[in-house]
């Protein structure tokens, strides 16, 4: 009981200094918190992407398109369990900042290759019978206040459409997503009213989806595919969902990387100046280390001493830092729709909490190691 008293009463000496050791360090674990948010959302939901999905483009560029015939084609190769395709729309709602993944799809076959999307019975049925249905996921629909019967105008950049210079849609569903990852901010509508209305391009296709009978053999599907369409004029590149999500992401993925880099280096930054602080404090105390010595403490106490210092600081600043982060991320994305997914990934919540022990038994051991072997003549005699 003496022993934590004598620790607690150290936070006295300077308060100021200490206030701000604190607040730095919770400043740091905030900007932790939105480092592992923004890190997460521009994967895009990589992480949850179906190992038994595989993706066919072109092999040139992501932007040409493939023909629509070639979904017949892929559907006879061993190992092709089924087959469906999308391509990016590209249009824009209001405002060109107002971004989302907008895509014309078959509702059976799309929704079937992707049962992670929740849409009830109902919604389904209408937006099958409605051409120009869309469903849209919960997140865009909440971003932009929309429900179910909104018609909905988008300016087109890429697609055309024969009556105008606007797309007109009918939202007759919100799906949500079965996973906490799983992208709900697509607007998806039916490829018959897109492919009758364009301007050009009829009879083709972004890219395909493909789901394999046997997760095992995706790398054998995916080169069999690729080899079908060989010296073809539209020749292919198959590769697994989850590298086609991360290179469309890599797309964007500077920004990432630079307020990546940002974050990162402003964190250890913070990290840096709050370790040499608390060490720093330590510093000072070091005829206050003789006296503990001269009256009985031991080496191993002096020693627990300064780490319990140091980690109470950092635990401290950690705790609500990382809470802090928690709260303001569960508030929702900051772009307003730039990032499809936005949430404080508990792995990295875990992570950020091992982080809080060892800075402060990093920030603590140097001076604490040098504190046990201080002798007591030595430390008596410094001022």
Not at 10 to 31: K, P
Not at 174 to 200: A, S
Not at 368 to 382: E, N, V, W
């Amino acid at each position: 009981m003496k022993f934590l008293g004598l620790l607690l009463s150290n936070f006295n000496r300077h308060r100021l200094r200490t206030t701000l050791t604190i607040l730095s360090i919770i400043v740091a674990f905030i900007l932790f918190g939105y480092l592992a948010a923004i890190r997460k959302a521009f994967q895009m939901g990589v992480s949850v992407a179906g190992a038994d999905r595989l993706v066919t483009r072109h092999k040139v560029s992501i932007i040409q398109l493939l023909p629509i015939n070639y979904k017949e084609q892929m559907e006879r190769i061993p190992g092709v369990a089924a087959v469906t395709h999308a391509t990016w729309f590209g249009g824009i709602y209001k405002d060109p900042r107002n971004f989302f993944a907008q895509m014309p799809v078959i509702p059976d076959e799309y929704m079937k290759m992707y049962p992670e999307f929740l849409l009830p019975k109902e919604q389904f049925d209408r937006w099958k019978e409605t051409r120009t249905g869309v469903i849209v996921g919960r997140t865009t629909a909440n971003q932009f206040g929309w429900k179910i019967g909104d018609r909905i105008p988008i300016q087109p950049t890429i697609w055309r459409a024969k009556s105008g210079n606007v797309w007109t849609f009918d939202i007759v569903g919100i799906y949500d997503g079965r996973e906490k990852e799983t992208d709900t901010t697509q607007f998806l509508f039916r490829y018959d009213y897109f492919d009758e209305t364009r301007l050009f391009g009829q009879g083709t296709v972004g890219w395909y989806y493909i789901r394999v009978k046997d997760p095992n053999h995706a790398t054998e599907v995916a080169k069999a595919i690729d080899d079908h369409f060989a010296n073809s004029p539209y020749e292919t590149k198959t590769e697994t969902e989850k590298a086609f999500i991360k290179g469309f992401a890599d797309q964007v993925g500077n920004i990432g990387a630079i307020v990546t880099a940002i974050l990162t280096a402003v964190f250890f930054t913070i990290l840096l100046v709050a370790g040499n602080t608390m060490a720093q404090a330590v510093r000072e105390r070091v005829s206050d280390l003789g006296v503990m010595k001269a009256v009985g403490f031991t080496d191993g106490q002096v020693l627990v001493f300064i780490l319990a210092e140091s980690c109470i600081i950092a635990v401290a600043g950690g705790a609500i830092g990382l809470g802090l982060a928690w709260i303001f991320i569960s508030m929702g994305d900051p772009t307003h729709g730039a990032l499809p997914i936005f949430f404080f990934p508990p792995r990295d919540l875990i992570i950020g909490a091992i982080c809080v022990i060892l800075l402060g038994i990093v920030a603590g051991l140097l001076p604490a190691i040098q504190a046990m072997r201080l002798s007591t003549i030595d430390a008596l005699r410094r001022e």
